[in-house]
């Protein structure tokens, strides 16, 4: 039972319903086509893990506490290309204090968190907005088509249901899609903010080393 003088809300609330159609089909077309972006990116950063090979990272600390040969480190290939920029940065800082050094090397680190904090945020985002659009997308047709129902046309009924699974059916995929690229995501940049913190630490404390090594000449000069 609608209530007197309710019916222009009614009708205004249907407009507004049926108007959002066009704008979900084409965001879930959008989310699906930028899911499979992320996907192939998601193997271009597999391919550039399998070439750095970061389960010889620990014999590199190893190496650079023993020699302290940094040029080795910016040269190894065990490291990503992001991470020896950082080394680059790192070796830049020799002329500034030890304190100096390591407040540029925590910005540095805070740098690279937020880098990859911001990649993922884009995938979690997209796992929760594309079921929410196909949810949007299965709903919202389903008005049309029990009002064709009532009329008998199982024609337009029918149209409705295949918008509706339609719409679900691409919403869930790239939300899943979106959630699967986040997770894989999360575990690696866990490793590689795990692993550059090691290096940092490692380079600072050759960095140290050096100059301890520098002043202890002058003093004997």
């Known amino acids: 039972m609608i209530v007197s003088g309710s019916e222009w809300l009614a009708r205004a609330l ?84 030890a304190g100096m050094r390591r407040a540029v090397a925590k910005r540095i680190l805070e740098e690279e968190e937020l880098k990859r904090a911001r990649i993922l945020d884009r995938t979690d985002l997209l796992a929760r907005l594309a079921p929410a659009l196909g949810l949007m997308g299965t709903l919202i047709p389903l008005g049309p088509g029990l009002a064709a129902l009532g009329r008998g046309d199982v024609r337009g009924l029918a149209q409705a249901l295949i918008i509706a699974f339609d719409t679900t059916v691409v919403g ?44 202890a000449q002058r003093v004997g000069r």
């Open 14 to 97: 249907h407009a507004v319903a049926q108007g959002l159609l066009v704008p979900v089909i084409v965001g879930l077309l959008f989310f699906f086509a930028y899911a499979l972006l992320e996907l192939g990116a998601l193997l271009s950063e597999y391919r550039m893990r399998r070439t750095a090979r970061p389960q010889k990272v620990g014999e590199l600390l190893h190496s650079l506490r023993a020699t302290g040969d940094l040029s080795r480190v910016v040269g190894d290939g065990c490291l990503t290309p992001a991470q020896r920029e950082v080394v680059k940065k790192l070796m830049e800082l020799g002329e500034l204090t």
């Open 172 to 215: 869930l995929a790239a939300g899943g899609l979106a959630f699967f690229i986040s997770r894989v995501r999360r575990r690696w940049y866990q490793d590689y903010i795990s692993t550059l913190d090691s290096l940092v630490d490692c380079v600072l404390e050759v960095l140290d080393r050096d100059v301890e090594e520098k002043m």
